[in-house]
């Protein structure tokens, strides 16, 4: 993620990080040039992450990166990245999150995790 | 909303002249608010006859004594890059709070609108010599919102009137649409803007 680019949100969680998460991702996304079918897929991803998140507080840091849309949620406690990737699976489809982002990887920070999705301007395979 | 401008008759160039109608509706916003500050706070009110400029930078070492600190934790804390893009960015983010608030129509507006003037000043001003970091905090209490637009930058100095400066409303129309301002700029930075407003019943937005 371009340290640049540097937008940290942090909001309530519930209903205020449901509505102020989405249009955020929607702001930066557009600035990436995510096209509308990718800008769509940004937003089903955070909503995945922030359905199965169990905080009181929601933390993302977005950046557009050479390829897209980078953000990360965290600080999350260990395994938890983990855990919200598998509460995301569906029969059949597997985890959502996996299956729209173009790339997922978490990012350690001991003791602390963060949960990182690349979504890129064209979708990978 | 208490304060407001004059519609503005059509043709009108703004900016025109330093005596011109910019000029006097700025003043006039500035009188409105800081007596309305002045019933509140029992700081001296502005004279009318004092020019624009200096009426300000009164004012604003008022403010600057008068301030508390901010305490209050925030439902919303944004940091944004100081660029233009980012002010879009920030009104999204109202956008959001309003969608999950069911706010809309003209208190929408005016929140927007002041806001985004507030994120507009850092990023014309805070950073003469690079880049830096524009925070936007927002929090609910009872019946009003407040925002908090704060940059890292050197605080508010006096200006030559150039052309990049602007028409000097920035403050004046945050005044005019919020039911508080309150502007804390100490000697060396950060600039902080406080603007509080008063959530009208749904009926009313």
Redesign the interface.
């Known amino acids: 993620m371009s340290a ?9 969680s519930g ?2 990080a ?7 991702v ?3 996304g557009a ?1 990436a040039e995510l096209p509308i079918d990718r800008l769509q897929d940004a937003g089903l991803v955070t909503d995945a992450i922030l359905d199965h998140l169990d905080r009181d507080q929601v933390q993302i840091r977005l950046g557009t990166g050479t390829k897209g849309l980078e953000l990360a949620v965290g600080p999350l406690a260990g395994g938890e990245a983990d855990r919200i990737i598998d509460r995301s699976r569906m029969p059949d489809l597997g985890s959502i999150i996996e299956r729209l982002a173009d790339r997922v990887w978490i990012e350690r920070s001991d003791p602390d995790e963060f949960l990182c999705v690349e979504v890129r301007r064209t979708a990978q395979g | 909303m208490t304060l407001g401008f004059k519609p503005i008759p059509r043709g009108t160039r703004i900016g025109q002249s330093r005596e011109g109608l910019a000029d006097r509706a700025v003043q006039a916003a500035w009188v409105r608010y800081h007596r309305r500050r002045a019933r509140e706070t029992g700081l001296p009110t502005v004279n009318r006859s004092e020019p624009t400029s200096r009426a300000s930078l009164r004012i604003l070492a008022e403010h600057r004594r008068s301030v508390p600190e901010l305490t209050r934790p ?8 100081a660029r233009a ?2 002010v ?2 920030a009104r ?2 109202l ?3 309003a ?3 069911g706010w809309d129509g003209t208190f929408l507006a005016d929140l927007k609108i002041a806001v985004s003037e507030a994120c507009s000043n850092v990023v014309m001003h805070a950073y003469e010599d690079g ?1 830096g ?1 524009l925070e936007l905090t927002g929090w609910v209490e009872g019946e009003a919102v407040t925002f908090v637009v704060t940059d890292r930058g050197s605080g508010i100095s006096p200006r030559l009137q150039t052309r990049a400066a602007g028409l000097g409303l920035g403050l004046p129309l945050m005044a005019a649409l919020s039911d508080e301002v309150e502007v804390r700029s100490p000697p060396g930075g950060p600039t902080e803007v406080r603007m509080t407003f008063r959530i009208p019943a749904p009926e009313q937005m």
């Open positions: 640049a680019d540097g937008i940290v949100l942090r909001v309530a209903p205020l449901d509505a102020v998460v989405r249009r955020v929607g702001a930066v600035q | 925030a439902d919303l804390e944004l940091t944004l890059p893009e980012s879009t960015v999204q983010a956008s959001g709070i969608d999950a608030m880049d970091p």
